[in-house]
């Protein structure tokens, strides 16, 4: 079982940068790649960011590559999604979820755990 807690959202304006943390519980939390999703209101949940289990890969939604950075510390158990270029349709609940298999799982469906989520609102 592995536990989730996002923290690092807040109001930024257009342009602005923001860091993300979700710090992990559990043991196995090395073997699990890892992802971050988005919900905007009235839109559905959308992928932003995977990280294979060592960290060397990553993968991006169109949207936020060359902005986001994703990446994991596995010795403090935490993983990072840095956003630079904020944008007002980055706008949303942030939320890291982990995966028991795969190696850059890009569906939500894939992934076993999720966070609670943090929000994430850019002014322009």
């Known amino acids: 079982q592995v536990q989730l807690v996002e923290s690092g959202g807040g109001l930024v304006q257009a342009g602005g940068s923001l860091r993300l943390s979700c710090a992990a519980s559990g043991r196995t939390f090395t073997t699990y790649p890892m992802g971050w999703f988005r919900q905007a209101p009235g839109k559905e949940r959308e992928f932003v960011a995977a990280?294979?289990?060592?960290?060397?890969?990553?993968y991006y939604a169109d949207s936020v590559k060359g902005r986001f950075t994703f990446s994991r510390d596995n010795a403090k158990n935490t993983v990072y999604l840095q956003m630079n270029s904020l944008k007002p349709e980055d706008t949303a609940v942030y939320y890291c979820?982990?995966?028991?298999?795969?190696?850059?799982?890009?569906?939500?469906?894939?992934?076993?755990?999720w966070g609670q989520g943090t929000q994430v609102t850019v002014s322009s």
């Open positions: 979820a982990a995966a028991q298999r795969g190696h850059l799982p890009r569906g939500q469906y894939e992934y076993d755990y």
């Open positions: 990280i294979s289990v060592s960290g060397v890969n990553t």
